[in-house]
């Protein structure tokens, strides 16, 4: 979740560098290197046939025409063009891109508002921000029916009775094609904000106090202080939040399958939900195949894009 | 790995109070006026959108005729009739599969990491930078990603030719493996000085008493973090409980609170004792281990 993969040089033991063992057990001799690789066979075995088999698996259905029975016909990069061509998955990519958006600036915002309200040392915002991080901790699925709750689309449902007491008029919320996808991207901002603040708080406590002292003393205002000493220290976690998110939002699936389904009449349709009703409800297994690569490849990008940004950075 | 957060904080505890001013990017004031007011108004609206619908969950489970439309924070007429509905809509058999499947999976998760990483950190050994890239990879391919092809290997294991589609096992195997934990793990092995290890080699320590005696017990609090996160991981599974299934009477908890809530026969407040059952394990676990979250979410963050 919140890992920077180190750089593969850097996993070497540091027990057996630096100093070099003085009785020339570099590499260990060969009973131990036994162990060693023994160690890793539970990992191995199931990174086998968990993840790699399938990743291969599913790159090679991809290329194929799947039909149960009749055997599988090989067509080439036919499936990748008729997801790029389908006007279905394109406006799940939009919609995934503004989710997506949405839901990691909105989450980012309000995280750092929260860092900054609930900043300090004192007990009483100790319990607080424990109370405020229950989103964060649970499912997804359960967060998506509390909310379905709360979105009850009549006049006397419970966001709507709130809504109505300051003179807003009832929403239809997750019922309305025009607000369907907003409702759930505040769902998003509110379970994944709290998760922003922890960071965030991290990072301020790295912030040094004596820049804010002397700012103080320079007459700085509040404003000021965020803008020149608050933010540049937070660069760092802000840059990995935002990556993060953007990586879970490219596969969001659990909040917009619990909260609509993809409807109503597929305004809130991501890629993850058209992939699953084309792979699983309609069995076209070498389309959904190749819409999975093709999410696969842009997580790739991206990661390997963050990674050498991150690697640039550490390096000046 | 965490050393960065706590020092900045002890150096602060012991600075005298005049300096509280400049303690906060917002220079919250410790003292009663305008300021202090301002900030508890803004907590309490806070609290109020993070944690009160967990409260008015909580109380529509309880409450005799709850529906959408009455959400309070408290029942007006309380009774555990929602929970015995539950228990005849066979709740308690979901809970029980989530209990094993997190269990089960959480126990092999840590298992797995815990001797991969002492391999990945301790040791040197050729291809240890390529194991490590495959080690990352496995977060780059959840569920998600592979969901199509991954039910095809639960329904027909290759070369051993079980499905594994239907039994708990689908599930479990599947999130035993997970580059985060094997990653923290092995990353907090790492500060475990060598001198430790020589020591115990000289003793004539073998490699598995030298994780199990040495290593592990100094690495408690890393247990915790990848503890804490694993559960989340495995209880927050919804795609892989549902392709997993052969029929709905496998579904894990959270999953099957979709199928009540499409069931017309069952009531609103049913559903909500459902949520209720499927939050109070996450939270059980997240108030024992908060501070090993803490250091989880930093650790990642803080490094950057």
């Known amino acids: 979740m919140t890992v920077t993969p180190t750089k593969p040089a850097e996993t070497l033991n540091p027990a057996a560098g630096g100093k070099q063992a003085p009785s020339g057990r570099k590499r260990g001799n060969g009973k131990q290197l036994l162990a060693i690789w023994l160690f890793l066979v539970p990992a191995a075995v199931l990174g086998m046939y968990f993840k790699f088999i399938p990743m291969v698996e599913g790159i090679r259905l991809s290329l194929f025409k799947v039909q149960p029975f009749l055997g599988d016909v090989f067509v080439g990069f036919d499936n990748y063009v008729s997801v790029l061509t389908d006007a279905r998955f394109m406006d799940a990519l939009g919609h995934t891109v503004v989710l997506g958006l949405t839901q990691t600036l909105g989450a980012l915002v309000v995280g750092f508002v929260l860092a900054l309200l609930l900043e300090g040392q004192a007990r009483s915002l100790w319990v607080l921000r424990t109370a405020i991080f229950l989103p964060v901790v649970t499912a997804l699925a359960v967060v998506g029916e509390i909310w379905r709750i709360l979105y009850f689309p009549t006049p006397d449902g419970p966001l709507n009775s709130i809504l109505s007491s300051v003179g807003l008029g009832p929403l239809q919320f997750l019922n309305g094609t025009d607000t369907a996808l907003w409702s759930i991207a505040v769902v998003g901002i509110w379970s994944g904000a709290p998760y922003n603040m922890v960071i965030i708080l991290a990072g301020l406590t790295g912030v040094d106090r004596s820049l804010y002292e002397s700012a103080g003393v320079d007459g700085a205002t509040v404003w000021q202080r965020l803008r020149y000493i608050t933010l540049p220290a937070l660069r760092p976690s802000i840059v990995i939040v935002l990556t993060l998110a953007a990586i879970r939002s490219l596969r969001s699936f659990t909040e917009v399958y619990v909260l609509t389904g993809g409807g109503p009449a597929g305004s809130t349709e991501v890629w993850m939900t058209r992939m699953y009703s084309l792979g699983f409800q309609r069995n076209d297994i070498g389309v959904a195949s190749a819409a999975a690569v093709l999410l696969l490849l842009v997580t790739l990008l991206l990661t390997v894009g963050t990674q050498l940004l991150a690697r640039r950075k550490a390096q000046r | ?304």
């Open chain 2, 1 to 304: 790995m965490t050393s960065q957060t706590s020092t900045p904080t002890a150096v602060r505890k012991s600075r005298p109070s005049a300096s509280a001013r400049f303690d906060s990017a917002l220079g919250w004031s410790p003292r009663f006026g305008t300021n202090m007011a301002l900030r508890m108004m803004l907590c309490v609206l806070v609290f109020c959108i993070f944690a009160l619908p967990f409260l008015a969950i909580i109380s529509g489970a309880f409450d005799r005729n709850s529906s959408p439309t009455e959400i309070s924070l408290l029942p007006k007429t309380f009774t555990l009739a929602n929970f015995e509905a539950a228990q005849q809509q066979g709740l308690w058999r979901y809970l029980l599969n989530s209990l094993v499947v997190a269990g089960g999976g959480l126990l092999l998760q840590m298992t797995v990491s815990v001797f991969a990483a002492y391999s990945l950190s301790r040791r040197k050994f050729r291809g240890q930078a390529l194991v490590m890239l495959l080690v990352l990879m496995t977060m780059m391919l959840p569920e998600e990603v592979i969901g199509i092809p991954l039910s095809l290997v639960l329904g027909d294991l290759p070369l051993l030719g079980i499905s594994l589609r239907g039994t708990v096992l689908a599930v479990i195997l599947p999130v035993g493996i997970w580059g985060f934990s094997i990653f923290i793990m092995s990353e907090f092995m790492k500060e475990i000085p060598a001198e430790i290890e020589e020591a115990a080699r000289l003793d004539g320590v073998g490699e598995f008493r030298m994780l199990f005696t040495i290593i592990l017990p100094l690495c408690k609090p890393a247990l915790g973090v990848i503890g804490i996160f694993g559960f989340m991981m495995v209880w927050d599974q919804y795609l892989l409980p549902l392709i997993a299934a052969n029929d709905p009477s496998d579904y894990t908890l959270t999953v099957a609170l979709s199928v009540l809530r499409n069931d017309t026969t069952v009531g609103p407040g049913v559903l909500l004792a459902g949520a209720v059952m499927a939050m109070i394990p996450s939270l059980l676990v997240y108030l024992f281990l908060q501070r090993s979250m803490i250091r989880g979410i930093t650790s990642g963050a803080t490094k950057g």
